[in-house]
């Protein structure tokens, strides 16, 4: 499944994410900053909620249901999100809402360990900074659940 980016996608989002994207490329060497999920249905929505909660043959249901490829038990231990359906800002239409993934030398870097260029700063910390500067909010900062691939328009001036 190929989630929409950027159809459905605040134009404000889109337009600051490839600023985001391009700075990201230049101060990070041999990575970039790749966003794979803006806009969610409910049903998607509620695909991910499952994970971490349900049996693994609910949520590999939920996720065929909506074309989203089955997870393993192992990644079916980690909650991904905290939202039901309809609660998260990628459901919003246009959603104000994008999940960024690391990609190190070519391969997807999940961790926030990771560091690329060897500069001692994670990579997700170094996007993260450079998208607060840039004006959104980054899901790094969050307390209860740190979503560090998380990025999101200000409530004010969304749309």
């Known amino acids: 499944m190929t989630f929409p980016w950027p159809e459905r996608v605040a134009a404000t989002l889109v337009l600051v994410v490839n600023l985001l994207t391009s700075q990201f490329t230049q101060a990070v060497p041999g990575a970039i900053a790749r966003p794979y999920i803006g806009h969610r249905t409910p049903a998607e929505q509620g695909a991910l909620y499952a994970q971490g909660r349900w049996s693994l043959e609910d949520v590999n249901r939920l996720r065929q249901g909506v074309g989203m490829p089955p997870i393993s038990r192992y990644a079916n231990r980690y ?12 459901n919003e239409n246009p959603s104000r ?16 360990k990771t560091d690329c260029d060897g500069d001692g700063v994670p990579d997700y910390e170094e996007m993260g ?31």
């Open 79 to 90: 909650v991904v999100t905290l939202l039901r359906p309809g609660l998260s800002v990628h």
């Open 97 to 112: 809402a994008v999940d960024i993934v690391i990609v190190c030398r070519g391969k997807e870097a999940w961790s926030d």
């Open 129 to 159: 900074m450079l998208a607060e500067k840039l004006g959104l909010v980054w899901g790094g900062r969050w307390k209860r659940f740190p979503d560090i691939g998380h990025l999101e328009l200000p409530l004010k001036g969304a749309r």
